[in-house]
């Protein structure tokens, strides 16, 4: 298997930068538009067998050194009693969002061995077939929990943080039992083979950093070393939009901290004293621009990576929907030729 | 005139720590919606009557301590050329945006004393009846350019960037005629009696380090500086969702940086060496919880605000439309107690 990437989760030295795409698996690719005209997004990912084959797709198109299970940050709330679709025009709707202490208490506990078991199949099916490693993945505590108070993506997260400041008691649980949900199915996804775990924070960043500090991240804390507990596959925390606040991030025990294009990487693992190796995090937007412009932001990432205890190449969010295909083959490609060390 | 905003702007000692309220005009006072019952949006933004009245509303319903011109951002545009319309729904829609160099070129220059003789009626409307400060505002070369692009608002703003990354020559035509054209807008308000001026940069935040200081915070520079060679109002810049960069955004000859509530205001201060009057920082979204809440929060940044060169309080970004107004007075009522020194 080639584990460059294990590698650089883990600090180690590698001859080359490796790199995987967020949302790798996904529309910019014929080939998984392809599979979608046949199926819901839904129905995709709880398939084990279409599952698989679009987690392999990039892999074997683009030749990313690692794939990332298909699969979506809100499947593991359905067994907890919500009720989800995906609209194509929408994205996410959760159709009995949590308000209330009442609709709180309804939120059902549940083992995802049982009730996730397609995401253990697929995870099986793919450990025989990879020749990367597979990344398993959960949202963060606070990021789904805004999915579930919101009822699906939002502008201003005004239910969210009416909670959040107006009754902290309730907010607070919702954490606790985001938590719980997140480490079980995680450790799931391990357990099934997964050889690393990223955990989305999408949403932190819309938080001002006296309630991130006090009441968000010592469920990632508790989250994170809880796993760490039980397993030692690295796991690479991805703060969205969180520049500002990454010194105080570094105290969290992931092995690698994701960050989005808003901030230097040098300069972004400076704040984390070094420590930490970091994923990122070229703008998804350079991708439309010419074989020249993605060679030059490549190359000032790439230089500046150097300063990282160790550096996994990667967009600064998901790749977007009308990617030019050719242009994120040229990426790859560039990413590890300008990354080989010489002899 | 109360003109203790003024001072601040300026960074003189005061009794206590002034603040106004971004949108304060708007849809959250019921003697606002009484009038946008008779008229639409852009209706009111052009009537020199009806504008004065909205603007003056906030003022003596909350008691804050300076106006802001009732007015938008996409304003000027107009009378370059651009098809204007405001949507209930989805909000400004531009139906000719600007992308290539033909509808460049197609762009109008043109006299704001003319074109926008109703933003110069409405000031000096506003002089004569008010006894707080008036701020002007304009939006930031980029941030109109975004609109002027996107024609509207955006979630991932790829035709901006396209251009940006794809086009950088056309991309910095934009931004050199914007920002004539803002200049210009500008000087008018300041000739016709403003007493302060904002520049709003909403969408700063989307973009990488290395292309705001290489192709963007130049023509904020060019603005500031010009406006200050031909005038000696109080500038306020607000890049929002830019906590990462103020380092670099302290370079900006602005008298006060608003900020968002992504960053503690002593913080943001110390990343500008002090040497800046701070505006901000409470999400507005606290407004919505209980007054003790309330309390609690502004006390948080009135004492961090304490170790800035000056501090204008503000909320971190425009007040939400359906803030209770009870809480909104509150909020201005408790920012004076609390600030309010002793003899």
């Known amino acids: 298997m080639n584990d460059t990437f294990l590698k650089v989760c883990r600090g180690e030295k590698v001859s080359y930068t490796p790199i995987w795409i967020m949302r790798q698996a996904g529309r910019y690719l014929p080939e998984y538009q392809e599979i979608r005209k046949r199926v819901d997004f839904l129905t995709l990912c709880k398939d084990p067998d279409l599952a698989s084959e679009v987690t392999i797709q990039p892999v074997e198109i683009l030749g990313v050194d690692a794939a990332i299970l298909f699969s979506d940050i809100l ?18 709707i959760i159709n009995n969002p949590v308000r209330d202490k009442a609709s709180f208490d309804n939120l059902l506990s549940y083992n995802p061995d049982d009730e996730l078991d397609f995401v253990k199949k697929t995870i099986k099916n793919l450990k025989s077939n990879l020749k990367v490693p597979l990344i398993g993945f959960s949202g963060a505590p606070f990021t789904l929990a805004t999915y579930l108070i919101e009822g699906g993506t939002s502008k201003n997260f005004i239910n969210t943080k009416k909670l959040m400041y107006g009754d902290r008691v309730l907010f607070e649980e919702i954490m606790a039992k985001l938590t719980i949900m997140i480490h079980d199915y995680l450790l799931m996804q391990i357990k099934a083979g997964v050889d690393a775990i990223q955990i989305f924070d999408t949403w932190l960043g819309i938080v001002c950093p006296e309630y991130i500090l006090k009441y968000i991240l010592k469920y990632v804390n508790k989250l994170i070393d809880n796993i760490k507990s039980n397993s030692n596959v690295p796991i690479i925390y991805f703060p969205f939009n969180c520049s500002y606040i990454l010194k105080q991030i570094s105290g969290v025990s992931a092995d690698v901290i994701g960050i989005d294009w808003r901030i230097y990487i040098d300069n972004a693992s400076e704040l984390m004293n070094n420590q930490k190796t970091i994923q990122g995090n070229l703008d998804p937007c350079v991708l439309f621009a010419t074989r020249d412009i993605i060679k030059q932001n490549v190359e000032m990432v790439l230089n500046r990576g150097v300063a990282c205890k160790g550096h996994i190449f990667n967009l600064g969010h998901g790749i977007l929907p009308e990617t030019p295909v050719d242009n994120v083959k040229y990426f790859v490609d560039i990413v590890h030729k300008l990354s080989q060390k010489g002899d």
Chains 1, 2 share one sequence.
């Open 75 to 92: 499947i593991p709330l359905e067994p907890m009693g919500i009720d989800l679709e995906f609209s194509e025009k929408i994205g996410p």
